[in-house]
């Protein structure tokens, strides 16, 4: 009997099982107790991208190009677990590219010898669509599907590298000082300081001492201002409308010559600060009303970014409060994690004239106040209770209207966002459980995902 006959004895590989290892669609090999591979069937050497041939003598750890952290062995770990589980590994091929694997490992105690089995899959291209429809979702605080604030998505990346100055318009409370950071954070400019000002109140006096410094006294001596303590980063004065007009003058020179003055000084400062201003009022209008200096706003708006409020994009309502859930669970410790339909029902009925921020506090206010695992309708603010009497009686449903393929990717998306629990699923999506259920099976989503989403 040759090698490779005495291999197959050895660990009980009839004809009839190598037949059935070479029609299966993940791949399989067999090492031996050095971790050398013995046996690889037609979907490993498919998935690795080599000859079936050339996968015996090869040590197992090279060939899958696991790279493990140091004290660390994943297929030692898994042999150590549960014969049914898995994991999601990836690893780095000998030319440097890299590909997401699903892993499972036993060793094969019944044989004579200690063999080692491992089975892969490639889910390099599952993971990196996950990870796209995430990025869909959620950027640097932000989260939405609404088509408007995906664009803002895009000009915070086009934008982030670039000196010029941005205008960021919208309601209060629609996340303009979040913006304004994920400006900063996405660009080359994140090491350098954000400086930020709230106009908005403020004596012309201090605030002139607050954005430019200046203002000598006996016992702190002459003050920096915001311009000053950014040096090479950023200055975000929010309600930029509430300038008087010798800041708006000074302002003006800032951002037209790169140079300011302090307080009672006379020379001139050199400043590589890039400037982000917002505004909650409509400034074209207050220029025509003479409030407003309109060589300023032209200054300003270089980059125009416009937020829309929050009634006007509800489909990010059941998005939104599932990150706020989530954000509360990890403050307060305590095990919440959906939102019953008639409490969702309330939330897309509200006007919310403090737009996202004011559905963040009544999240915070609900999750405070709920006793058991789901947010009810009993939990929420008053004000919302008392809210306007024309509410739908459900939430709007994010499949309406979606051809078949477009109802599945949606679903895939909320099953994932939700980490597999039906309850919070149904909630993103608008519907109920049972219909949720039903699209399960419609769609052949697996029975791996049915029972996740069941727990």
Known sequence: MDEAGRFQASIGLTKASEFLLATLREGILIADSKRVVRFGNAAA???LKTSVDALPGARIDAVLGLRAAPGTDPIDELCSGTPSESRVIETVRSDGSSRVFSLSARRLTQSSEPWLAVSFQDITDQVRLREAATQRFSFFGLTTRDARMLE???LIDQTADSPAPVLISGEPGTGKETVARAIHLRG????HPFSALACKGMPADLLEVEL????KSAALGERQGRVDLAGSGIVYLEEVSELPPLLQQKTLQLLRDQSYSRMGETRARRSEARIIASTSLDLRRLVAEGHFREDLLFRLR?????LPPLRERREDIPLLVQHFLERSKRRYGKDISGISEKALAELMGYPWPGNVTELEHAVEYAFVRC????????????????????KPSRPVNLLRGLDPEKQKKVIEQALQESKGNRMKAAALLGITRVTLWKKIKQWGLGETVAKSIDK
């Open 188 to 191: 080359p400019r994140a090491t």
């Open 152 to 154: 803002v998505f895009r």
């Open 302 to 306: 270089v980059i125009p970014i416009h």
């Open 212 to 215: 430019f410094g200046g203002g």
């Open 45 to 47: 050497g498919t998935i």
């Open 371 to 390: 006793g058991s695992d789901t947010l009810e309708r009993k939990d929420l603010p008053p004000e919302i209770l008392a809210g306007p009497a024309a």
